[in-house]
Antibody, heavy 119, light 107 residues
Framework: QVQLVQSGAEVKKPGASVKVSCKASGYTLTSYYIHWVRQAPGQGLEWMGIINPSGDDTRSAQKFQGRVTMTRDTSTSTVYMELSSLRSEDTAVYYC????????????WGQGTLVTVSS | DIQMTQSPSSLSASVGDRVTITCQASQDISNYLNWYQQKPGKAPKLLIYDASNLETGVTSRFSGGGSGTDFTFTIRSLQPEDIATYYCQQFDSPPLTFGGGTKVEIK
């Protein structure tokens, strides 16, 4: 099964941007859709968006549209999620996860990246 | 967006008990429903996909059922290692949405 390794924790000021990476260990991500899901402290899971295997199609939840950018570098099998105009409510653990199709189950997850937004 | 309502939000049961969690969708989602387990400080783990299919390597003490709008997740005989929060998730239509979670504790 694919193992996903995410970048480390980040501390950002309100209004800044953060870019989180997600890389497959021992596998290539070129066949997988990659989702981004976040979890605020003590809260549930919230789907943010998805990028297709070739990286030329992304969809995001309406609340993140205009603020989230998902990209992938096929040469390094790495996927990126950038969230801009950060506010305190964006403090959360951000996860990447794979699926075999656009709408499906999420069968492999990264370890999570804590993003803290604080002045 | 499809709303997913889980109940209860938490439960406490004894080792060996049968535990059932329900998940209700705000509209018909056929069998496009998955279940995940999340332990503290860890990423979610897929347990059940397509409402009733057990993911490879997952204990058979876990099972899922239902279709349309009403779904269940059952732990046949609760064990200490099952202490976690469980989430349902629909994939009938975007955005993917999750239930609010059910925290399972040992009595």
């Amino acid at each position: 099964q694919v193992q996903l390794v995410q970048s480390g924790a980040e501390v950002k000021k309100p209004g800044a941007s953060v870019k989180v990476s997600c890389k497959a260990s021992g596998y290539t991500l070129t066949s997988y859709y990659i989702h981004w899901v976040r979890q605020a402290p003590g809260q549930g899971l919230e789907w943010m968006g998805i990028i297709n295997p070739s990286g030329d199609d992304t969809r995001s939840a309406q609340k993140f549209q205009g603020r989230v950018t998902m990209t992938r570098d096929t040469s390094t099998s790495t996927v990126y999620m950038e969230l801009s105009s950060l506010r305190s409510e964006d403090t959360a653990v951000y996860y990447c996860a794979t699926s075999g199709t656009y709408l499906s189950w999420l069968d492999a997850w990264g370890q999570g990246t804590l993003v803290t937004v604080s002045s | 967006d499809i709303q997913m309502t889980q109940s209860p939000s938490s439960l406490s049961a004894s080792v060996g008990d049968r535990v059932t969690i329900t998940c209700q969708a705000s509209q018909d989602i056929s069998n496009y429903l998955n279940w995940y387990q999340q332990k503290p400080g860890k990423a979610p783990k897929l347990l059940i996909y397509d409402a009733s299919n057990l993911e490879t390597g997952v204990t058979s003490r876990f099972s899922g059922g239902g279709s349309g709008t009403d779904f269940t997740f059952t732990i046949r005989s609760l064990q200490p290692e099952d202490i976690a929060t469980y989430y349902c998730q629909q994939f009938d239509s975007p955005p993917l949405t999750f239930g609010g979670g059910t925290k399972v504790e040992i009595k």
